[in-house]
């Protein structure tokens, strides 16, 4: 049952969310090292092409790569990067421990809430709103609703957070 609610809520919020995925400008390597760096974040970014896309912070090798971000809008971009620049600093400053402690999807959940404050600084924009977005159009293009065997957790629970974000700051440790 709290999977098809959770389908259901989703398939609403893609209904309901324009899909701006298109012909968009994108963020060349060095811009995006340049905002990653510019939170502090101290990752080398490499990137690659592909019709998909993904994102990750790296711990072992102290790196966020960016698969096919040619394809998304630059402030989808932007709030994805820095989200695996909240992965950076959690890193760097010793809170993963903290966090997992916390609970498992907790470690997401922060670098979500880094990630749409940023944003918010940076940009003057309603990055909860781009948050909606980017998990909306997962499920629409994708059937992806996020996955609790993961560290990750549900979409609609990110969404939820990310709402939340616009009047909650980032859990400081």
């Known amino acids: 049952m709290k999977r098809f609610l959770v389908g259901l809520y989703l398939a609403l919020a893609a209904l309901l969310t324009p899909l701006t995925v ?10 995006m090292q340049e905002l990653v760096s510019s939170v502090g974040c ?5 990137s690659s092409e592909s ?20 394809n998304l809008p630059a402030r989808w971009q932007q709030l994805i990067l820095l989200h695996e ?3 950076c ?3 760097q400053n010793g809170e993963f421990q903290t966090l997992l402690n916390r609970g498992p999807y907790e470690i997401e959940w922060d670098a979500d809430a880094f990630a749409i404050r940023k944003m918010g600084e940076l940009y003057g924009v309603d990055a909860a709103d781009l948050n909606h977005e980017v998990w909306a159009y ?3 293009e994708y059937g992806y609703e996020g996955d609790l065997d993961d560290s990750h957790g549900l979409s609609v629970e990110r969404i939820t957070r990310g709402n939340l974000n616009r009047t909650t700051p980032r859990i400081e440790s």
């Open 22 to 31: 298109g012909a968009t400008p994108t963020l060349s390597t060095s811009q």
């Open 42 to 46: 101290t990752a080398t970014v490499t």
């Open 51 to 70: 019709s998909s896309f993904n994102a990750a912070y790296i711990p072992w090798g102290h790196r966020i790569i960016t698969i096919g971000f040619e």
């Open 85 to 87: 620049a909240g992965h």
């Open 89 to 91: 600093l959690q890193s």
């Open 138 to 140: 997962l499920y629409h």
